[in-house]
């Protein structure tokens, strides 16, 4: 797929992974409807790429306010002229004891990690078909496909990303429309703390800079593939969980008495 004049919309644009997608899109000559909740981080992240010679608006929105992701795509349709691709990136974690995570914490996780990406994806579906063509990139995690300890909320999420990436791909297979689904392990943005990414250290646990994800995701969008894993030997654990859980449960036993010392008791860190 070539990506020039592509008019995409990219949640979590001024996250980590975000701000380097929104460059690297804009220098491949798309077209970028920005939206985070920072008014100030997406005007200075718009400017910079209109001072490059590339096209951006911004849309500031908070996906738990009531009707904001109808607006979002009402009004990234109307700034480009219409949407051809939708970029999910939106995302929040906390690395914490299931036990010490409130009620309403866990909630925001999965209306922020999972509602408002399917009902944007529901909302932008009608205009995909209609062109006949669109391309869904849902950002998942490697923990999408396996449960590591003290991210139960947030694997549940990823778990939910990942089924619902394969089951919509399987449901528009004779269309143009495609589904992406990457998964990435560890990133060093600031969704990880310094207590995560000591604990990350400790347990052995890789991190790969967000530019380089961003340059993964890019790359996977311009060969339209399905599903790709960042990382070894994390993919190759998220692979084998599927066979013999068994296995890795036992490989996770050390990890999890060492992580523990690590787990916050309080509400963790997000970045959208």
Known sequence: MQLANKRILLTGATGGIGQHLAR????????????????????????????????????VADFETADAVNQVALQATAQLGGVDILINNAAILDFIQFEDQSPARIAQMINTNVTAPLQLAHALLPQFKTQNQGHFVMIGSILGSLGFPHYATYCATKFAIHGFSQA???ELVNTNIGVTYIAPRGVNTPMNDANTLAMLAKTGGNVDEPEYVATRIVNALEKEKQEVFIGQP?????????????????????????????AARKSGNSNT
């Not at 690297?24 to 920072?38: F, N």
């Not at 992240?45 to 608006?57: F, N, P, R, T, V």
């Open 24 to 59: 690297q899109l804009a220098r491949k000559g798309a077209k970028l409807a920005l939206v985070g909740r920072d008014t100030a981080k997406l005007e200075n992240l718009a400017h910079e790429i209109k001072h490059k010679g590339g096209y951006a608006s911004i849309l």
């Open 168 to 170: 919509l791909r399987r």
């Open 234 to 262: 994390e993919s190759f654990f998220a692979w084998l969980n599927g066979v013999m859980p068994s296995v890795v449960n036992i490989g996770l036993k050390k990890q999890t008495q060492l992580a523990q010392a690590f």
